[in-house]
């Protein structure tokens, strides 16, 4: 067997802490939501139950927690489909290069740069100057679309500089129009990254905080409703939402990755039955 370099063992323990960093805060907000009824927000524990759990699903003095979460989850797919979309679109048109593409491209990126709490002002106060509603749904949307919307078309513009023509090319030699040709060449092919580019547009919008701080108008999204029962909420139940929130967040990301899976699978199976004559 041979053996292992001290540098080896030095790199997996920095990984091991790296690890630890990224998760143990989550780790410990997910054990502390098992708190005892007469358990507080620290260690040590006051007993082990679920009571916290279902003090959620009770009515509560503070806040409206459901509320909030049903217009994150519609915020999230709102920002998805439209992020997914448009990527598409862009990456596409800058297959074809045009007068002030590049100014354009930088101009997209830039976005990524600049303070989020500066957009969400900008946003804001745009509204307020054409006399239009800030509301989640509007000002929230659009402040959010600036976040996303540079990761897809980054993801977008990789994917299509690599992109294989010539099955564009066999496809409009066999009579396809340019629909169908995108329709069913194209989209199949990078379906798995349309994928991607989904799930980064949902979940960055499902726990963006600071370009919804002045953007959501009367009504919080999630993660303005949490920030704002760490104000007035002493007990572990925030503990118990912040469990649950996250639960849902690697359920949405391994729905994802089910479904790349599935495509790869297919895409695997379907190439060899054309290998076969079938």
Excluded: C
């Amino acid at each position: 067997m041979e053996k292992r370099s001290r540098s080896f063992y030095v790199l997996t323990a920095f990984f091991a802490l790296f690890i630890l960093f990224l998760y143990g805060p989550t780790l410990t907000i997910g054990v502390l939501s098992f708190q005892g009824p007469q358990g507080g927000l620290t260690f040590p524990m006051n007993g082990v139950s679920l009571h916290w759990f279902r003090d959620l699903f009770e009515e509560q003095a503070v806040g409206d927690i459901w509320g909030a979460f049903r217009r994150s989850l519609a915020l999230g797919l709102m920002v998805m489909v439209t992020t997914v979309v448009v990527s598409v679109m862009g990456g596409l048109a800058f297959r074809k290069r045009f007068a002030g593409s590049g100014a354009l491209f930088y101009l997209i990126i830039a976005s990524l740069v600049i303070p989020s709490i500066l957009i969400s002002l900008g946003v804001g106060l745009i509204f307020n100057q054409f006399g239009l509603r800030v509301h989640w749904a509007t000002s929230g949307f659009g402040s959010q679309l600036t976040w996303t919307l540079p990761f897809g078309l980054l993801i977008m513009f990789a994917v299509f500089n690599r992109f294989d023509r010539s099955y564009e090319e066999a496809a409009r030699d066999q009579g396809a129009s340019a629909w169908q040709t995108i329709r069913f060449v194209v989209l199949p092919i990078i379906a798995p990254s349309l994928i991607g580019v989904a799930l980064f547009g949902f979940t960055l919008s499902y726990d963006e905080f600071a370009r919804t701080l002045l953007t959501a108008g009367s009504y919080n999204t999630l993660p303005l409703e949490i920030f704002g029962m760490t104000t007035n909420v002493t007990t572990p139940v925030i503990y118990a939402l912040g469990t649950l929130t996250t639960l849902f967040s690697f359920l949405i990301i391994g729905a994802f990755i089910v479904t790349v899976w599935a495509l790869g699978k297919r895409r695997a199976r379907l190439g060899s039955d054309a290998g076969k004559g079938v």
